[in-house]
Every structure is written in structure tokens, then in C-alpha cells.
């Protein structure tokens, strides 16, 4: 057996191997008694061609181990390899103990946890990935606060063009390394699908001495959609839930 498979097989004996569902484990698997083929295959992929290098091995295991320890043992099921081989194929660019480290440990603890199955979606790897570290600190600060920010926009006519500002924007800054960007990262974490902004009370317009309508104010509020609801479930290293 190469070395690269001993990794492999040492990882994977880390990974529960109750079945999730009916097609979890085929009549096939084999090396590890019941962990179904698909799982040791999403692994070979997703360690190979890096497994060989120095401190990835211990990287690697000590992921899956607390990845594994938060989850009761009695709700410990096998993870579907959509999730467990990009979740590690991710981790591997990631620096240890970082917020985007910690989503991607939390997310792999949800496709093994029976009760947190429903919200492991295998898109949301991917969507770990695309984040910058502070998105995911401001998404994970609104997601530990409960609180739905608020946003007031002006919007001023001028040669029948509306030019937009922000005069007030409650979401999270704190921590953030550029808080300058906080526009740019609303824009992207809107067209992620995770958040939208929606109208908290009608449009107030603004209107000049001579009661001409020059502009208008726009009252948002910031709320995660469905599908950012489940993310948060799934990844977010500040949920207080069981």
C-alpha cells in the first residue's frame, strides 16, 4: 500500500460509518469494513497530489477528529462524499483555526450529525470557499446576534440620473481587516444568495424649498435568505443550537 493510500485509510477511520442513507455504503465497499468506496474515493481526490507533504497528515486528521468530537456519538453518521472531499479539499489552502477553517469544520460536522443533515447542502463547500475572511465575519456576527442590520440610502435626481449614497449601514464592522469594502462585500454576499435586502417601511422622498421632489430615502433591512439560513446552521462557528 503507497503511502498516500495509508493516509487515506488513516483518515477515513476517523469518519463515522453508520449509514446515512440507503445508498450510503455499497455492497462493494471494502479497507474499511462498512465506509462506503465513494467516501475513500472523494478522499484520494481530494488529498492527492498533497498528502505526502510535511504536517498535512497530522493537519488533516486533527480536522476530522474535532470535526467528529462535536457530534454525539449516538447521531454520528457517515458523510456524503459531495461534502467530506471538497470540505478537505478545501481545508488544505486554508491556515489553521480560521474563521474560513472553522466553517469548513463545522460544515463537515453537519453532514455527520443526524440531526443537522437537512442543512448540509453539498453546494455549500463551494460557497466556503468564495468567501473572504471578512465576509465570513460579518455573515457570522449577524448570524450570532439574531439582528437584522439596517440600511438607509438617498438617492438624489440630477439630470434624470439617480446617484445613490449610503447614510446609514448597521451591518458588522468590527474585526473586519477592510471595512472600507463593507459595500463590495454586501454586493458579493447578496449575489451568493445568502442575504437580501428588503424594505423596512415605504420610500420618504426629499423634496426641495419649491416642493419638488429631488430625491429619496430607502429604508432596508438586512435578513438571511432560506438558503443562507441553512448555511449559517451548517457552517457558522458562532451557532448555539445543539
Given at each position: 500500500?503507497?503511502?498516500?493510500?495509508?493516509?487515506?485509510?488513516?483518515?477515513?477511520k476517523?469518519?463515522?460509518v453508520k449509514?446515512?442513507?440507503?445508498d450510503?455504503?455499497k455492497?462493494?465497499?471494502?479497507?474499511?469494513?462498512?465506509?462506503?468506496?465513494?467516501?475513500?474515493?472523494?478522499?484520494?481526490?481530494?488529498?492527492?497530489?498533497?498528502?505526502?507533504?510535511?504536517?498535512?497528515?497530522?493537519?488533516?486528521?486533527?480536522?476530522?477528529?474535532?470535526?467528529?468530537?462535536?457530534?454525539?456519538?449516538?447521531k454520528?453518521?457517515s458523510?456524503?462524499?459531495?461534502?467530506?472531499?471538497?470540505?478537505?479539499?478545501g481545508?488544505?489552502?486554508?491556515?489553521?483555526?480560521?474563521?474560513?477553517?472553522?466553517?469548513?469544520?463545522q460544515l463537515?460536522?453537519?453532514?455527520?450529525?443526524?440531526d443537522r443533515?437537512?442543512?448540509?447542502?453539498?453546494?455549500f463547500?463551494m460557497?466556503?470557499?468564495?468567501?473572504?475572511?471578512?465576509?465570513?465575519?460579518?455573515?457570522?456576527?449577524?448570524?450570532?446576534?439574531?439582528?437584522q442590520?439596517?440600511?438607509i440610502?438617498?438617492?438624489?435626481?440630477?439630470?434624470?440620473?439617480?446617484i445613490?449614497?449610503?447614510?446609514?449601514?448597521?451591518?458588522?464592522?468590527t474585526?473586519?481587516?477592510?471595512?472600507?469594502?463593507?459595500?463590495m462585500?454586501?454586493?458579493?454576499?447578496?449575489r451568493?444568495?445568502?442575504?437580501?435586502?428588503?424594505?423596512?417601511?415605504?420610500?420618504?422622498?426629499?423634496?426641495s424649498?419649491?416642493?419638488?421632489?429631488?430625491?429619496?430615502?430607502?429604508?432596508?433591512?438586512?435578513?438571511?435568505?432560506?438558503?443562507?439560513?441553512a448555511?449559517?446552521?451548517a457552517?457558522?462557528?458562532?451557532?448555539?443550537?445543539?
Amino acid at each position: 500500500m503507497s503511502a498516500d493510500e495509508e493516509i487515506v485509510k488513516a483518515i477515513a477511520k476517523q469518519l463515522p460509518v453508520k449509514a446515512a442513507y440507503t445508498d450510503a455504503i455499497k455492497p462493494a465497499a471494502k479497507q474499511l469494513g462498512h465506509l462506503g468506496e465513494d467516501i475513500l474515493k472523494a478522499l484520494r481526490l481530494a488529498l492527492f497530489p498533497v498528502t505526502v507533504a510535511a504536517g498535512l497528515h497530522d493537519r488533516f486528521e486533527r480536522f476530522v477528529k474535532h470535526a467528529v468530537a462535536r457530534i454525539p456519538e449516538k447521531k454520528r453518521v457517515s458523510p456524503a462524499p459531495q461534502i467530506v472531499g471538497p470540505v478537505l479539499e478545501g481545508v488544505r489552502y486554508e491556515p489553521e483555526g480560521t474563521t474560513i477553517d472553522q466553517m469548513f469544520s463545522q460544515l463537515l460536522s453537519a453532514s455527520m450529525d443526524s440531526d443537522r443533515l437537512k442543512d448540509a447542502h453539498p453546494s455549500f463547500p463551494m460557497i466556503i470557499k468564495q468567501l473572504s475572511s471578512d465576509e465570513a465575519k460579518i455573515l457570522n456576527s449577524m448570524f450570532a446576534s439574531g439582528e437584522q442590520p439596517k440600511l438607509i440610502q438617498i438617492f438624489q435626481l440630477r439630470g434624470g440620473l439617480a446617484i445613490t449614497s449610503t447614510e446609514r449601514n448597521d451591518l458588522p464592522v468590527t474585526g473586519l481587516d477592510f471595512p472600507e469594502n463593507l459595500s463590495m462585500y454586501t454586493d458579493r454576499l447578496e449575489r451568493l444568495g445568502l442575504i437580501r435586502f428588503h424594505a423596512e417601511k415605504p420610500m420618504e422622498p426629499i423634496v426641495s424649498s419649491d416642493g419638488h421632489q429631488v430625491g429619496g430615502r430607502n429604508f432596508l433591512i438586512c435578513k438571511f435568505t432560506e438558503v443562507g439560513e441553512a448555511f449559517m446552521r451548517a457552517c457558522s462557528p458562532e451557532r448555539t443550537g445543539p
